[in-house]
């Protein structure tokens, strides 16, 4: 089991910064690949930024140059670097971790809200 809990979330106006973070704890042997997906409301969750263990990175088109996603395999925390954001980045994000094997786990979610 994985457990994940996220912070940093938040109300910030549109051309601001957060920073979110998500600890991981329980069995991080099995953690291959974790990312941040969002869910707006009334819109399907959708993933955001993915980074693997070897540090490789993917980002949805929406945010691609205004966040950034990175690791502390120290500290077992994944961090999203949000930049210039938007109103359209308003939505609750949740943290994912991809087992080798399995299902994915799942944060409880942190909302962000972007004030225009």
């Known amino acids: 089991q994985v457990q994940l809990v996220e912070s940093g979330g938040g109300l910030v106006q549109a051309g601001g910064s957060l920073r979110l973070s998500c600890a991981a704890s329980?069995?991080?042997?099995?953690?291959?690949?974790m990312g941040w997906y969002r869910q707006a409301p009334g819109k399907q969750r959708e993933l955001v930024a993915g980074?693997?263990?070897?540090?490789?990175?993917n980002y949805a088109d929406s945010v691609k140059g205004r966040f950034t996603i990175s690791r502390d395999n120290a500290k077992n925390t994944v961090y999203l670097q949000m930049s210039r954001l938007k109103p359209e980045d308003t939505a609750v994000y949740y943290c994912?971790?991809?087992?080798?094997?399995?299902?994915?786990?799942w944060g409880q979610g942190t909302q962000v809200t972007v004030s225009s």
């Open positions: 329980g069995s991080i042997f099995s953690i291959n690949a």
């Open positions: 980074i693997t263990s070897r540090g490789r990175t």
């Open positions: 994912n971790a991809e087992p080798h094997v399995g299902t994915p786990y």
